[in-house]
């Protein structure tokens, strides 16, 4: 995978509950939004110190989707509302905890705007990886996904979509954790196997539509989804791509039932 993206880890706000806001349906003056965070406080800020975001898994319906988080993101002069709202969490302590206390300013998060579209790769894993794009640019993402950055991200995502990428997924996740939960690391993410030619499958004329496809359905269990002409479909282009027999198509859809099941099977025995 590190030879056809650069993978990094999400970011660190060190205070979630304080960086990562939800706009409420109440109405506010121009330029400005009403948002609530994660402590209960709910007022109004500047949009200008307002970006699209995700916290967390659980908030993508879907390969793609449309964030609905907010992050703060001020700078050294923050305009009033901004201003009042760091007062806010000094009050709480938040500019105490070790990661906001280790920067310069607390409340000034080390992001720079992304020049591409990028990937989000969940680094909690349950029965997969999954993989996710935004349609709004630029959204940023919370240290529970790792982040990829591709020249040709469609072809790269739907690779991370297909079966033969979660079997990878499965074969080296650590699986140490309860409720049968395992993780990748950034370094284990980037050293998965990965087809250098991955371009070649856009000379598939239906590959586009099948894309479109996928991304377009909500998300279900992997070894649900394996039946879905459209996932098979995929998967048979990346199958082709690589070169795999028929009989050996099948067991990797053999390999994956069971290593997914085994581990999910385990934890719900515990």
């Not at 923050?78 to 969490?89: D, L, N, Q, V």
């Amino acid at each position: 995978m590190k030879e056809v993206a650069a993978i990094r880890r999400g970011i660190t706000t060190g205070c979630n509950e304080f960086f990562f806001l939800e706009q409420t349906s109440q109405k506010a003056p121009r330029g400005l939004v009403h948002v609530t965070n994660g402590d209960g406080w709910a007022g109004i800020l500047e949009e200008q110190v307002l970006v699209s975001a995700v916290q967390r898994a659980g908030e993508c319906d879907r390969p793609i989707f449309r964030p609905r988080r907010l992050l703060f993101c001020a700078g050294e002069m923050p305009p009033e509302h901004a201003y009042s709202y760091i007062r806010h969490g000094e009050t709480m302590g938040y500019h105490q905890r070790a990661t906001c206390r280790a920067r310069r300013r607390w409340w000034e998060l080390p992001i720079e705007s992304p020049q591409k579209e990028l990937i989000a790769f969940n680094y909690n894993i349950y029965d997969t990886g999954r993989s996710y794009v935004s349609r709004v640019s630029p959204t940023y993402y919370s240290d529970s996904f790792h982040v990829l950055l591709a020249d040709n991200l469609k072809c790269l995502h739907a690779y991370m979509c297909s079966t033969l990428f979660h079997f990878f997924v499965n074969v080296d996740a650590r699986t140490v954790f309860g409720g049968g939960k395992a993780k990748l690391q950034t370094y284990e993410l980037a050293d998965l196997l990965c087809p250098s030619h991955l371009v070649a499958i856009e000379e598939d004329a239906t590959f586009h539509g099948t894309y479109e496809l996928l991304c377009r359905s909500s998300e279900a269990p992997v070894l649900q989804s394996l039946s879905s002409p459209t996932h098979l479909t995929l998967d048979n282009m990346i199958f082709d791509l690589v070169g795999l027999t028929q009989s050996e198509r099948s067991s990797v859809y053999d390999a994956l039932a069971e290593l997914v099941g085994s581990r999910l099977a385990k934890a719900d025995s515990l």
